[in-house]
């Protein structure tokens, strides 16, 4: 009995004839691009497999009709192998078949052109690119079900490891396990063997077993723990915690291990016992990256009450510290490195883990922390967000030479009944229309005392009804010119139409000049902000003396016996202390510095 197997040729002359049954003006045409259609149109229709080998990671490609009499063909399938090759050696690059860009390449646009020149048809031109880019979708479809396949089983048979089936890549942790780099030695077994079982026990760390000197000793079979401890920065003892703490399936695909919360734990010299053991990691308290850096995160939540009460404390009573001690030790704040760190407390990366960064964040805990728990904390935080206001104007006030500014107008009264507007000219004036409103408009503070920004508020009576922000450029020959910024009444509501028709009232008297606008006074102010920089709007510079006005408002927040007056505060945290050492330390790095003296730590 005779059997018809089609050859490859046949699938090729088939593929050939769609088109130019699809675009007839084709049969004229020899042209590269064409050829190369029909070869992807022709694969696309082949049985197409991958065979795996006993050691190697690469399969081979098995095609059905054999296509190794056409050379495009074959160019496909070392561009299949290619990138096959590249996602299993090279870690984190996705399998991925540019087939529309080895078309394109080909000159496909050129012979589009040619076919429109000969007066081929736009639609049937379409159909034929439709037909070639369906084939293209089917091909790649089936090598990436392929690939994924051949992924999934050669990691279960070196590893043991059920993957998803969406595998398309791997990642550089499991790429480090399949010990890549070792196809065809025969020791990779043992490597792959030794790997797994390092993972398995300290996963959580994977990050760091990745390390030249630890995968050296692990492969060579020598004690793990002590190379393992050095790599990390920790004791063995400290070690033992990490033991199991993720599951070696969960390493192998985890974005990120437990080092950055390992690296918090030993910076706040937290004491072993309370380090998490097993799978209390897995709740992740100690890797926090919204948090304060400079306090445990165990205290901390990320809640916008908790960000905003340490940030207020920073620039109240840390950063004027920080400030005073640098001209103490005469040094200058024109050494950004040095500016940079009195006015953020971010602590160069090259200081970071010294002992005078542990020194001042143990200060730090004793000042603020103290012996109280993190619920004890957080009540505390509770408590003084009632006084937050009061902080923030007095914050604002302190922070400028002179405070207010000059108001846009007088206050408008409505002739047709209780409504009026009313300039608002000082940061506590700010932050009493954010309370009254419960909105934001505290934030504008630098922009109307650059005279940028005017805000009004619009009163029924005694009765806050909205906000009214007014934008203010110059225009030539001392003039201003006024634009409406934004009209925002409760919780940033829109405002009713009653209030928007007596904000079209008001605008309407200042445009036709029947309520008195303060260009002068104004034009003035912005001038005279603009000429003195930060005489009249300072970048967080606030003094002792503020520092000292703001502690009352601090000591609901602080430990239980915390001292009466601020300086006896700092003394006895010994934040003074610490403050010294780090801006010495920063000091003398600068004259042996590099690059890296730029870099912070994020906050």
């Known amino acids: 009995m005779r059997h018809n197997h089609p050859s490859f040729e046949r699938y090729l002359a088939r593929a050939a004839t769609t088109l130019h049954r699809i675009v007839p003006q084709t049969t004229r045409l020899r042209s590269d691009p064409l050829d190369l259609a029909a070869t992807v149109i022709a694969l696309s229709r082949c049985e197409i497999g991958f065979t795996r080998h006993e050691g190697a990671l690469a399969p ?3 095609i059905h009709p054999d296509p190794a009499h056409s050379p495009k063909a074959m160019m496909l399938i070392d561009q299949f192998s290619t990138a096959i090759l590249e996602t299993i050696h090279s870690p984190n690059t996705h399998f991925s078949i540019s087939l529309e860009q080895t078309v394109n390449d080909s000159g496909y646009l050129d012979l589009v052109t040619d076919l429109v020149l000969s007066g081929a048809d736009h639609r049937r031109i379409t159909d034929m690119t439709q037909t070639i880019g369906t084939a293209i979708l089917q091909l790649r479809e089936r090598l990436v079900e392929l690939m994924q396949a051949h992924l999934r089983a050669i990691l279960f048979r070196d590893l043991g490891y059920r993957s998803g089936n969406k595998i398309l890549s791997l990642g550089r942790i499991i790429h480090w396990a399949l010990a890549t780099d070792l196809e065809g030695d025969p020791g990779r077994k043992t490597v792959i063997r030794n790997r797994g079982q390092a993972l398995s026990l300290y996963g959580a760390v994977a990050t760091i077993l990745l390390k030249p000197e630890v995968t050296a000793a692990m492969d060579a079979a020598q004690p793990l723990k002590p190379v393992l401890a050095a790599a990390v920065g920790i004791s063995e003892a400290q070690l033992r915690r990490l033991r199991r703490a993720t599951p070696k399936d969960a390493a192998y695909n985890a974005l990120y291990d437990h080092k950055p919360a390992v690296r918090t734990l030993v910076r706040h010299d937290i004491p072993l016992e309370q380090w998490p053991e097993g799978s209390e990691w897995g709740r992740r308290v100690w890797e926090q990256s919204n948090c304060d850096p400079l306090f445990r995160p165990d205290y901390l939540d990320s809640s916008i009450e908790t960000r905003d009460t340490f940030q207020a404390l920073r620039e109240d009573l840390l950063y004027p510290l920080a400030g005073a001690r640098l001209e103490a030790l005469g040094l200058s704040r024109r050494i950004h490195a040095l500016d940079n760190f009195v006015t953020t407390l971010g602590v160069p990366l090259r200081l970071c883990d010294t002992a005078a960064h542990r020194k001042l964040l143990q200060s730090l805990h004793r000042a603020i922390i103290g012996p109280r728990g993190p619920r004890s904390l957080q009540r505390a935080i509770a408590k003084w967000h009632r006084r937050a206001a009061s902080a923030a104007a007095l914050r604002h006030e302190n922070n400028a030479d002179r405070p207010g500014w000059p108001a846009l107008c007088p206050t408008w009264q ?14 506590q004036a700010l932050v009493d229309e954010g309370n009254a409103l419960n909105h934001c408009v505290g934030g504008y503070y630098s922009q109307c005392r650059r005279g940028d920004t005017q805000i009004l508020s619009l009163r029924s009576g005694s009765d806050h009804v909205a906000t009214l922000e007014l934008l203010i450029t110059d225009l030539p020959g001392n003039s201003l010119n006024i634009n409406i910024g934004q009209f925002k009444a409760r919780g940033n509501a829109k405002p009713n139409s009653e209030a928007f028709a007596v904000l079209r009232d008001f605008l309407a008297d200042l445009r036709d000049g029947l309520h008195p606008v303060a260009i002068k006074e104004l034009a003035a102010h912005r001038d005279a ?21 703001a502690w009352p408002l601090y000591r609901v927040l602080l430990p239980r016996g915390a001292p009466a007056t601020y300086d006896e505060w700092c003394e006895n945290s010994g934040l003074t202390a610490a403050l010294d050492d780090l801006l010495s330390a920063l000091a003398r790095s600068l004259c042996t510095s590099d690059q890296r003296e730029l870099y912070y730590e994020p906050f």
């Open 60 to 62: 081979t490609i098995t």
């Open 414 to 427: 409505s002739p047709c009944g209780p409504h009026s507007f009313i300039p608002l000219t000082s940061a």
């Open 529 to 549: 902000a603009a000429d003195a920089g930060d005489y009249y709007f300072r970048r967080s510079r606030l003094t002792l003396d503020h520092a000292r006005r």
